[in-house]
């Protein structure tokens, strides 16, 4: 495998990393920066935190394992992450530092949690501000239970029943926590506010891909008509448009 800062690496055995060959899949990843290098993290298609140190070969620096079972990570900052995983049916919260043996005790908060459940995972580093939505129930229409808490302040929750269309995609932190929508059949994505929907944007053909990043606060969209948009949250608004060249001419 080639990765960016890391160089080239062994594949590791399946049984150490599930990736599935060949396939399109992304994986959630952060690179954290520190004092005497970086690591990379990669959360596997079975739950695994692994990680990579830069500046080691590949026999003095293999893939490590931080543990397992991992629901969800979120980069906060160039230095740290967040990863969320299912204890004794209870949500667990970590936070990993870039600096070796840093890592900060997991937290209980006390969120009805399973093992298989879908979690969205937003944090930002002030004052530990974090926002996490578990699936309730994945039906049509599917219900959330958002919540919103900081280091050592008191957590907030309550439900959010999607209207019928809509699915769920990240969560956003800002002045409270908001669920990031996509409805299919429409071409469009949106913010949960409280109950009422505001939409974001809307494609001229179907979304056939996406991914959203938090510390960022991007969505990339690729089109059935091979379109790439990437929409910025926090402008709220296309920051980049690109088209293929065999349907129209690309701009920024």
Wanted: charged share 20%; aromatic share 4%; net charge positive.
């Amino acid at each position: 495998m080639q990765f960016p800062r890391i160089g080239k690496v062994p594949l590791p055995p399946q049984a150490e990393f599930h990736a599935s060959p060949g396939s399109a899949a992304l994986l959630d990843a952060a690179w954290l920066s520190g004092k005497s290098g970086g690591r990379l993290y990669l959360r596997d298609l079975s739950g695994n935190l692994v990680y990579w140190e830069s500046g080691r070969s590949a026999e003095t620096g293999p893939m490590r394992r931080e543990c397992d079972g991992v629901l969800a990570l979120c980069q906060i900052d160039a230095v740290s992450l967040l990863y969320a995983r299912s204890q004794d049916g209870q949500l667990r919260l970590g936070r990993l530092d870039a600096s070796p043996g840093r890592k900060t005790a997991e937290a209980a908060p006390g969120i009805p949690c399973l093992a298989d459940s879908r979690v969205l995972l937003h944090a930002l580093p002030q004052d530990r501000r974090f926002a996490c939505a578990v699936l309730a129930h994945g039906g049509e229409p599917e219900t959330w239970r958002l919540h919103a808490g900081g280091a050592g302040g008191a957590i907030d929750g309550r439900e959010c029943r999607l209207p019928p269309g809509w699915r769920a995609i990240g969560v956003q932190l800002t002045d409270k926590p908001r669920l990031l929508l996509v409805h299919d059949k429409q071409n469009q994505i949106a913010l949960l506010d409280e109950d009422k929907i505001l939409p974001l944007h809307q494609t001229a053909s179907p979304i056939v891909r996406l991914s959203y990043t938090p510390s960022c606060a991007g969505i990339a969209l690729l089109t059935e008509q091979r379109e790439l948009i990437v929409y910025s949250l926090s402008a709220r608004a296309v920051i980049l448009h690109l088209q293929n060249q065999t349907e129209g001419k690309g701009h920024g």
